[in-house]
């Protein structure tokens, strides 16, 4: 199976609610209203957005590549992104292409780093049609509705 990464879209208030529990409680209610499939607000590729096994080496790769000046692409190690955020990772994710990532890749850097993965071959196609365009769809969506992000790993 492998460890997959989720993107839940949730409004600024949810995000504020979550952040007051402690993360098994966060997690729990995340898991109910949204990881489910029969879940009250799973909507695939709307409110849940799931990538598995090269997320990592995606995630790592685009914030190596983050030219912004704040570096807001660090943001998405967090667990809960904020729609301010969310809008400014999304301008950083729109100019990113499979291209800039292949150019920056470094298997041995990913292998320092611990990120999951790192020792298998990369598919390129796979990392651009599964995670990369995922990490943008999910981010451009948000941004459109200005709601907040809950990253989640499982």
């Known amino acids: 199976m492998g460890i997959i990464c989720e993107l839940y879209r949730l409004s600024d208030s949810e995000i504020e609610e979550l952040k007051k529990l402690n993360i098994d ?3 729990e209610y995340l898991d109910e209203k949204f990881a489910w499939v029969d879940s009250v607000y799973h909507k695939q590729n709307d409110t849940v957005f799931s990538m598995d096994k090269g997320w990592g080496i995606t995630r790592f790769l685009i ?3 983050d030219k912004s000046p704040n570096k807001i692409l660090a943001k998405l190690n967090e667990r809960f992104v904020k729609s301010n955020d969310v809008k400014l990772i999304n301008k950083e994710l729109e100019s990113i292409e499979i ?6 890749y470094n298997q041995e850097k990913l292998i320092e780093n611990h990120v999951y993965h790192a020792n298998y071959e990369v598919h390129w196609e796979y990392i651009n049609n599964y995670h990369l365009k995922l990490y943008k ?14 990253i989640t790993y499982g």
Request: charged fraction near 35%; avoid cysteine; glycine fraction near 8%.
């Open 25 to 27: 409680d966060a997690e």
């Open 63 to 65: 914030q190596e590549y």
């Open 99 to 104: 291209e800039d990532l292949k150019n920056i």
């Open 137 to 150: 769809s999910g981010f451009k969506k948000a941004s459109e509705l200005n709601s907040g992000i809950a």
